[in-house]
């Protein structure tokens, strides 16, 4: 038995209007926060479609994990045979009301995620019992069996 547990932070999406920049900052400077930014909120938006294609009922629909350097990465994370968990971390400020509804509404689409665990787990028992064999096979050629 293994585990892998993946921690990422997806503080940053905050909207370009709040983020605290510098007035010390050049065009260059400020362009490039921008585009981090937007380059955020693109991986964000691909987590919450992996997330609702995960949630949903529809088996038809398949998990798009590429194209996406944050889906990619939590691939073997979500889905499958996995335990998905979500921590959110928000504050009462009103000012934060709209960041901390999104984040709230990213745990839930985590939350809804349906993994088949069930499916995995038989999955890994045949396997285990494929390699017992073949383990006792060559434990007796070993011997002169």
Excluded: C, W
């Excluded at 999406?13 to 065009?27: I, Q, V, Y």
């Excluded at 689409?109 to 993994?115: D, L, R």
Aim: overall charge negative; aromatic content about 4%; glycine content about 8%.
């Amino acid at each position: 038995v293994n585990g892998k547990l993946t921690l990422v932070d997806l503080a940053g999406s905050e909207k370009a209007e709040k983020t605290a920049m510098s007035e010390d900052l050049d065009k260059k400077q400020r362009a490039a926060m921008i585009a981090e930014g937007v380059a955020i909120n693109q991986s964000l938006g691909m987590l919450r479609n992996l997330f609702l294609v995960l949630s949903s009922q529809d088996k038809k629909q398949k998990p798009q994990y590429r194209g996406n350097f944050l889906t990619e990465i939590l691939q073997d994370s979500i889905g499958g045979g996995a335990k998905t968990l979500m921590f959110v971390n928000i504050g009462p400020a009103s000012h934060n009301r709209q960041e901390s509804m999104d984040s709230m509404r990213y745990a839930e689409y985590a939350k809804n995620v349906v993994n088949d665990i069930e499916g995995e787990d038989a999955d890994l028992a045949a396997q285990n019992k494929a390699l017992e064999r073949r383990v006792a096979e060559l434990e007796n050629k070993l011997s002169g069996g």
